[in-house]
């Protein structure tokens, strides 16, 4: 027997219908950030993310160093214009003397230079010595590899800071270092250290958080690790 709808009957239907489809919208909702995370959790959305990434800063600005900052390297020209390698001290001391007048604020050497390459070591180590601004590179001993030391005689200065690198699958560098410590003494990676003789110039320097004591400070801004 058939009977006319009311207007209570007509609310209670769309109330349940609602009900309804909020009860269903809600446990979709919790099942898909429950496989959203699990799928994050076991690391299957990374190269996802990582493509996304690696997007973003190809679409960003290059950004070029600040012009007091210098960094020495040899290239493929640089040997095929000396004719030999590896270039004699003598050439670097040569290049770190002209760059030095110029007056940069900080001189990075990407170069290892542990093992003389004569001539010219006495004046090579005279000239880093002589200029608290230069840099040199060294690689940081790490499990069982002995690491790259700095020359011997900035080993007690503080000048040297290492060049080491996290390489991520399939040769791309998406992350840099700023320290690396053996649980005794640490080193900051070159880039970090030429930017703190940089800053230095502006009255900004490095020192641990006065709160949070483990965290690094810089100027005003805390860096936690």
Do not use: C
């Amino acid at each position: 027997m058939w009977r006319e709808a009311t207007g209570a009957d007509v609310l209670s239907r769309i109330r349940k219908a609602l009900n309804s489809v909020l009860g269903i919208s809600v446990v979709l909702a919790v099942l898909v950030f429950l496989a959203v995370y699990a799928a994050r959790q076991q690391g299957w959305l990374q190269p996802l993310e990582l493509v996304a990434y690696d997007w973003l800063l190809r679409t960003q600005s290059v950004r070029k160093a600040p012009p007091r900052v210098t960094v020495v390297t040899i290239t493929e020209q640089d040997i095929q214009t000396f004719g030999k390698w590896p270039i004699p001290n003598d050439v670097l001391a040569d290049a770190l003397e002209r760059i030095v007048a110029e007056g940069p604020r900080a001189v990075g050497i990407d170069i290892y230079t542990d093992i003389p390459i004569p001539p010219g070591r006495d004046r090579l180590e005279a000239v880093m010595l002589s200029n608290p601004r230069i840099v040199a590179a060294m690689r940081f001993p790490r499990g069982g590899e002995p690491g790259i030391p700095p020359p011997s005689v900035l080993a007690d200065t503080g000048q040297f800071a290492f060049t080491d690198w996290i390489v991520d699958p399939k040769g791309i560098l998406r992350r840099g270092l700023l320290i690396l410590d053996d649980g005794v003494d640490y080193v900051f990676s070159l880039p970090f250290q030429l930017a703190l003789h940089y800053l230095s110039f502006e009255g900004v320097g490095v020192d641990s958080d006065p709160d949070i004591p483990e965290y690094m400070r810089i100027g005003n801004t805390t860096i936690p690790p």
